[in-house]
Protein backbone atom coordinates (compact mmCIF):
# COMPACT_ATOMS: atom_id res chain seq x y z
CA UNK A 1 0.00 0.00 0.00
CA UNK A 2 1.97 3.00 -1.11
CA UNK A 3 0.87 6.62 -0.03
CA UNK A 4 -2.34 7.21 -2.09
CA UNK A 5 -2.02 4.72 -4.63
CA UNK A 6 -2.89 0.84 -4.16
CA UNK A 7 -2.02 -2.13 -6.30
CA UNK A 8 -4.55 -5.07 -6.03
CA UNK A 9 -3.20 -8.43 -6.31
CA UNK A 10 -5.14 -11.93 -6.91
CA UNK A 11 -8.85 -10.67 -8.16
CA UNK A 12 -8.48 -13.50 -10.47
CA UNK A 13 -11.70 -15.32 -8.66
CA UNK A 14 -13.34 -12.03 -8.10
CA UNK A 15 -14.64 -10.65 -12.23
CA UNK A 16 -15.37 -12.63 -14.62
CA UNK A 17 -12.63 -12.85 -17.56
CA UNK A 18 -10.31 -12.29 -15.29
CA UNK A 19 -6.92 -13.61 -16.58
CA UNK A 20 -4.44 -15.40 -14.15
CA UNK A 21 -1.45 -14.20 -14.99
CA UNK A 22 -0.74 -10.64 -14.56
CA UNK A 23 -0.47 -8.20 -17.55
CA UNK A 24 1.82 -4.77 -17.25
CA UNK A 25 0.09 -2.37 -14.72
CA UNK A 26 -0.32 1.16 -15.47
CA UNK A 27 1.68 3.60 -14.02
CA UNK A 28 0.31 6.26 -11.71
CA UNK A 29 -3.11 6.88 -11.72
CA UNK A 30 -4.53 10.50 -10.68
CA UNK A 31 -8.38 11.70 -9.85
CA UNK A 32 -9.47 14.94 -8.81
CA UNK A 33 -12.75 15.56 -7.87
CA UNK A 34 -15.01 18.48 -9.31
CA UNK A 35 -18.44 17.44 -8.50
CA UNK A 36 -19.37 19.85 -5.31
CA UNK A 37 -21.84 16.93 -3.91
CA UNK A 38 -20.52 15.35 -0.51
CA UNK A 39 -20.59 11.27 -1.44
CA UNK A 40 -20.28 12.39 -5.18
CA UNK A 41 -17.89 12.76 -7.90
CA UNK A 42 -16.92 13.77 -11.21
CA UNK A 43 -13.98 14.70 -12.89
CA UNK A 44 -11.26 13.03 -15.21
CA UNK A 45 -9.50 9.69 -14.35
CA UNK A 46 -5.83 9.46 -15.82
CA UNK A 47 -2.40 7.16 -15.60
CA UNK A 48 0.61 6.30 -17.54
CA UNK A 49 0.14 3.51 -20.13
CA UNK A 50 2.63 0.83 -19.09
CA UNK A 51 6.23 0.88 -21.56
CA UNK A 52 4.90 -2.18 -22.91
CA UNK A 53 1.58 -2.10 -24.40
CA UNK A 54 1.47 -4.87 -26.96
CA UNK A 55 -0.04 -7.64 -25.27
CA UNK A 56 -2.86 -5.04 -24.58
CA UNK A 57 -6.31 -4.60 -25.87
CA UNK A 58 -7.42 -1.54 -23.68
CA UNK A 59 -8.43 -0.61 -19.87
CA UNK A 60 -11.16 -1.02 -17.16
CA UNK A 61 -11.32 0.87 -14.09
CA UNK A 62 -13.84 0.47 -11.33
CA UNK A 63 -14.57 2.49 -8.34
CA UNK A 64 -14.30 0.24 -5.04
CA UNK A 65 -12.81 0.34 -1.70
CA UNK A 66 -9.42 0.25 -0.41
CA UNK A 67 -9.11 -3.24 -0.38
CA UNK A 68 -11.11 -4.60 -3.42
CA UNK A 69 -13.94 -5.81 -1.14
CA UNK A 70 -15.26 -8.62 -3.21
CA UNK A 71 -18.31 -7.33 -4.79
CA UNK A 72 -18.40 -3.69 -3.24
CA UNK A 73 -17.17 -2.15 -6.88
CA UNK A 74 -18.54 -0.33 -9.81
CA UNK A 75 -17.55 -0.47 -13.20
CA UNK A 76 -17.10 3.02 -14.55
CA UNK A 77 -15.70 2.49 -17.73
CA UNK A 78 -13.59 0.75 -20.79
CA UNK A 79 -11.35 2.62 -23.07
CA UNK A 80 -8.54 0.97 -25.82
CA UNK A 81 -5.01 1.43 -25.55
CA UNK A 82 -3.94 4.26 -26.67
CA UNK A 83 -6.37 6.08 -24.39
CA UNK A 84 -4.78 7.20 -21.23
CA UNK A 85 -7.96 9.40 -19.78
CA UNK A 86 -11.91 8.11 -19.00
CA UNK A 87 -14.33 10.91 -17.80
CA UNK A 88 -16.27 10.37 -14.82
CA UNK A 89 -19.78 11.59 -15.32
CA UNK A 90 -21.27 14.44 -12.57
CA UNK A 91 -23.14 13.04 -9.63
CA UNK A 92 -20.96 9.35 -9.51
CA UNK A 93 -22.29 8.40 -6.29
CA UNK A 94 -19.66 6.88 -3.84
CA UNK A 95 -22.51 4.40 -2.19
CA UNK A 96 -21.75 1.11 -3.32
CA UNK A 97 -23.63 -2.33 -2.77
CA UNK A 98 -21.91 -2.90 0.91
CA UNK A 99 -20.72 0.59 1.53
CA UNK A 100 -18.72 3.80 0.75
CA UNK A 101 -15.89 3.57 -2.29
CA UNK A 102 -12.87 5.33 -1.79
CA UNK A 103 -10.82 4.68 -4.34
CA UNK A 104 -10.28 4.42 -8.35
CA UNK A 105 -8.41 1.21 -9.81
CA UNK A 106 -7.20 0.93 -13.32
CA UNK A 107 -6.74 -2.67 -15.27
CA UNK A 108 -5.04 -3.50 -18.37
CA UNK A 109 -6.87 -5.35 -20.53
CA UNK A 110 -5.78 -7.58 -23.12
CA UNK A 111 -7.83 -10.18 -25.87
CA UNK A 112 -7.71 -12.72 -23.92
CA UNK A 113 -9.56 -11.12 -20.34
CA UNK A 114 -8.61 -8.59 -17.33
CA UNK A 115 -5.43 -8.77 -15.71
CA UNK A 116 -5.89 -9.75 -11.91
CA UNK A 117 -3.49 -7.07 -10.53
CA UNK A 118 -4.39 -3.09 -11.08
CA UNK A 119 -3.51 0.37 -9.74
CA UNK A 120 -5.35 2.31 -7.54
CA UNK A 121 -5.62 6.31 -6.43
CA UNK A 122 -7.53 7.35 -3.14
CA UNK A 123 -10.18 9.83 -3.46
CA UNK A 124 -11.00 12.91 -2.30
CA UNK A 125 -14.14 13.61 -1.98
CA UNK A 126 -14.34 17.80 -2.40
CA UNK A 127 -17.42 19.31 -1.34
CA UNK A 128 -19.30 22.88 -1.26
CA UNK A 129 -18.34 23.67 1.45
CA UNK A 130 -14.31 23.77 0.50
CA UNK A 131 -13.20 27.42 0.10
CA UNK A 132 -10.75 29.30 -0.22
CA UNK A 133 -9.93 32.56 1.66
CA UNK A 134 -7.41 35.32 0.21
CA UNK A 135 -6.39 37.39 3.25
CA UNK A 136 -3.92 40.41 2.66
CA UNK A 137 -0.99 39.98 4.98
CA UNK A 138 -0.46 43.50 5.12
CA UNK A 139 -2.74 46.44 6.59
CA UNK A 140 -3.39 49.45 4.08
CA UNK A 141 -6.39 51.42 3.38
CA UNK A 142 -5.21 51.03 -0.85
CA UNK A 143 -7.80 48.54 -2.75
CA UNK A 144 -6.31 45.53 -4.21
CA UNK A 145 -6.88 42.62 -5.55
CA UNK A 146 -5.89 39.17 -6.79
CA UNK A 147 -3.88 39.32 -9.91
CA UNK A 148 -3.07 35.43 -9.94
CA UNK A 149 -3.93 32.85 -7.88
CA UNK A 150 -1.97 29.46 -7.19
CA UNK A 151 -3.26 25.77 -6.13
CA UNK A 152 -1.85 22.68 -4.97
CA UNK A 153 -2.35 19.87 -7.12
CA UNK A 154 -2.56 17.02 -4.64
CA UNK A 155 -5.29 17.65 -2.28
CA UNK A 156 -5.50 17.41 1.75
CA UNK A 157 -7.93 14.91 1.68
CA UNK A 158 -7.32 14.24 5.91
Not at 7 to 24: I, K
Not at 97 to 105: D, T, V
Request: charged content about 20%; hydrophobic content about 40%; glycine content about 8%.
Amino acid sequence: FETDRTVVTSLASMLPRRLQQALPMVGSVDFQDFDLDLGEISGTVTWNPPSDVSELHGYELYLTDATWNGPNHIHIGSVPVGTNVLLVPENTTLSGPRGNLSHIFVFTRSLLGTSPEGRGVALCDVRWQDRLFLVNAEETTVKWGVLEASFFSLPDCS
